[in-house]
C-alpha cells in the first residue's frame, strides 16, 4: 500500500510547484492508513501491538504503569530509545482527559549486529512502559489515544504507523489486572533502568580520548560481573559494543565515537550487568588533563611536551655539571677554525644524545612489545643501575673537585676539544639524565607507551632533541658563541663547585638504594664508594704493582657488592601504618569509594625528584594534613620505587607510565589528576571545586 | 654527521609515515576518500573529475521506506534541482549488492531513476561491489556526504534530524544537507560537520 501511494505521488510531482501538493497528499494517505489502523490491538507486518493496562483502573493510587506490547515475529526486531547505526525509535504521542502520559520507559536492549552494522533494540517480544496519573477529570472511565510510529526490521525495514484506542472503567480500590498482563509488566518493570546509586558501580571518570576517537568510562566497583553499557547519545558515541576491561578498580569501558562529531560536555549511559541496569546520567566528560594540557594530545603536542622536557632536563642537578664542563670546551676553543670546531662539537653532542635516546627508546618499546609492563623510570627500580649511577656520580664528584686528574678518564674524554669525546658527552648527558624525569615529560612519555612504535620512537628523539638543543645552538650559533665568557681562573672555581650537586646526587641515589633493597643496600654502597676512592688514591701510585693493585681493588669491590646486592632481600614497605597515608590496595580504595569516601593516591617513588620534592613541600605539611582529615579523605601512597604490578596497571589506566601523578577521586564521583608539580593552592581547589561530602 | 643525518632522516619518515596512515577516512575536515564508478550509462565518475567543484554524495535504495520518505515526499529532488541550479554537482549512488534489495543492471538503474525523477548531476552510479560505499564508510541510504572544491569533506551523515519514515515530519524538519549547502555556498563554515545517518542499511 505504502508502494501504491509513493507511486501515485512520484507520478504527478515532477514540477516543483507541485511538490508540497504532492506532501500534503502523502501525508493524508499516510493519517488515513493510520486511521483506518484505530483500535484497541492491531496487527502489522511481522509485529502485533496491545495494550498493557489493568482491565479496570483502580481509583487509588492516582501513579499508574501502562504498556505497549509488541509481539514482533522471530528474527525481527523493533528499537531502543537510541537505536543505533540504523533503524529508529518508535514514537509515541498520547491523548486522553483522564490519564496524564509521561515519557516512556525504556527497558533495556540487546546489541544487534546487522550486516556491518551495529543496531541496539529488542529482538522478540517488548513491553515500552509508561508513568501515568488519572487527572482531575478522571470519573467512571479512562479513555486514552495512542498515536504510534515504529520501524520493524530484519534486514529490510518495514515502518508502520497506527493509532491505538482504549477505554477502560474506574472503580475498585486498586487496579485489576489480569494473571497474563501482570507478569508481562513485571518482566519488563525488572529490566527498567535503576538509578545508579543502586548499581555495584561508580562513575570513575569519562574522558574522550581525541587522538583515538575514544570515550572512556571507568566503573569502579567490583570485579567478576562485567558490565556492558548502552549510550543514551547516538550521534556522538558509536552503538558497535564497547571494549570492556577489567582494572584495578573495576572496570574500563572504551566507546568509538563518530569522528568528526563534537563532543558533548555530558552524556548518558545505561548500564547492564547480569540482568539488571542501571541509569547513569548527565556524567560530565573530562578531557584527560593535566598541568592543563591533555595527555593524549596530538603527536604534535606531545613532540613540543617532549622537547620542552629535554630543555628542562639540562638544569637538572644531575646533568648541569656535565653540560658546563662541555661548554668549558667550547669557551677555551678559540682562534683558527674555532667556529667550525664548535659546530662540530655541537653536531656531534646531539648525535650522542639522540643516538643514546633512540637505543634506551628501542630497548623500552622491545620490553613493552614483549609484553613487560614497565614503566618510564623502570631502569632506576633495578638496584644495579641506582649503584652504577651512584659510582658514576661519585667518580664524576671527585674528578670535579680535583681530587684527582685521570689521564683518560671519563670527564676528561669529555671535556677534550674533538669529535669522539663530544659524542661521548652526548651519551653521557643522557645517562645522568636518567633519574630526572623532569616536568612535561610525563605527558609525552605515558603517550609513548600507547603509541605506536614510531610515534613512541618519535617522542624519544623529541626528548632528545630538546636534551640537546641549547647546547647545539650555543655551538654553532656565532652570535651566542660570542656571548661566552672570556676563558679563566674562574672556570676551575665553578668546576669544584658543581662537585657538590654531584655529590648530592650520590646521598640520594645511596638513599633510594636503601629503599629498594633496606638498609644493607646503603651500606654496600656507601662502602664500595669508598673503595672505589681509594683505588682511585692507589692507581696514580708510581708503582706498577699498585697500580694493579688498585685495579684489583675496583673490580672485587664491584663484584663483591653486586654479589651482595643480589642476596638482598626487599624491604618490607614500611609506609607507617602510624602514618595517615595508606599503601597502595585497590581493595580498600574501592571500598571508599563505594561507601561514598573521596579517595587521593599519590603515585610515586624514592627515585623520582619531583616526587620528593612535593611531598616535602605540600603533602606532608600540616595544612595538607588537616585539609584531607578535615574531609575525609582516603590518602594512599602507591609507592612504585620497586616495581609493583597493581601500581603500573593503575598507572596505565590513567594512561601514564611515569612517576609523580596525583589523582583525586571526589566522594561525589568523578576523578581530577593533579599537576605534576604541586602547590598548596592545588589541594585547597580540590574541596572548592568538589564539594566533599560524606554521604 | 651521518649518524645525524641518519637520525634526521629517520625522524622525518617517521612524520611522512603518520600523516598517510591519517588520510582515507570519511571524517569531515579531511580529504574526502578517492573513487572510480560508472554509472548506469556506463560514463566513469571520479573524485578528480570534479575538482573545483562543489560535490554532494547520496547512497540510494529504492525499496527503502527512509529513501520513499524523501523520493515519494519530491523532497530530495527538489534538493537536487535547487542545488545544481546554483552549479552544485549531485551524484546520487546505489552500492546494493547483486541479488539484494535495491541492486540494479544498468538499464533497469536508467529506469528507476527515471522513475523516480532523479535530478541529480548524472544517472545513478551504480557500486555493486561497495567499494565507493565502504571507502565513505556509508552506512544507511539516504547517507549524505558534501565535498568541497579541493576535495576535502565538509559534512557527512543524516540529511535531515528527524528519522521518522513518516513524510509528514519533513516541513519541520531542519535539513542538514540544505543548511550545510547554504552555509557553504555563502563562503561560511559549516556549522554542523557530521551527524548520526539514520534509515535503512545498506545492503553491501
Redesign the interface.
Known sequence: MQQGSYMLVSRVSRPAVLSSIALILFAVIFLSAAVALADENIEADHVRIRWLTPEQFGENPAEKTIGLYFEVDEEWHVYWRNAGDSGAAPRFAFTSEQLAVGEPLWPYPERLPIAHLTNIGYEGNVAYLFPARLTDKAGERVTLKADLEWLVCKEECIPGFATLTLDRLIGGDSDQWSAQDADILAHFQARLPQASDNSPWRVGSLEFDETAAQLILTLQGPAGLEPTAYPLDGNFVSAAAPEVTETAQGYQLRFNTARGVAAPDKTDFVVVADGAAWAFSNITLSAPATFAVPETQSLLVLLLLAFAGGIILNLMPCVFPVLSIKLFSLIQASGQGAAAHRVREGVMYTAGVLMTFALLGGVFLVLLAGGAAIGWGFQLQSPWVVVGLAVLFWVMALSFIGAFEFGHSLMNLAGRANSRSSFATGVLAVFVAAPCTGPFMGAALGASATLPALPAMAIFLGLGAGLAAPFLLLAVSPGLSALLPRPGPWMETLRQFLAFPLFATVIWLLWVLSRLVGDDGWLIGASLLLLIALAIWLVRSERRWVRAGAWALGLVAILVSVQRLQTLEAPVTATASASAWQPFDTQQIAAAQQKGQAVFIDYTAAWCITCQVNKKLVLDTDEANALFEQHDVLRIRADWTRYDENITQALAALNRNSVPVYVFYPAGGGREILPQILTMDSIRELFNEFSVEPQ | ?K??KC?LGG?AA??M??SVFASA?A???KPAPDFSVKDAAGKTHSLADYKGEWLVLEWFNK???YV?KH?????M??LQ?KYTAQGVKWLTIISSAKGK?GYHEPEEALEVGK???LAASAPFLLDPSGTMGKAYDA??TPHMYIINPEGTLVY?GAIDDN??????V??DSKNYVAAALDEVLAGKPVST????????????
Open positions: 654527521m649518524i645525524v637520525l625522524f617517521s612524520l609515515l603518520l577516512e571524517v569531515p575536515g525499496d527503502c521506506p520513499r523520493y515519494g515526499s519530491n523532497n529532488q527538489s534541482e534489495q522513475a523516480h525523477n552506512k544507511t557527512a528519522d521518522s519514515a513518516n513524510p509528514a519533513i516541513p560537520p557530521a551527524t548520526r545517518p539514520y534509515g535503512c542499511t545498506i545492503k553491501y
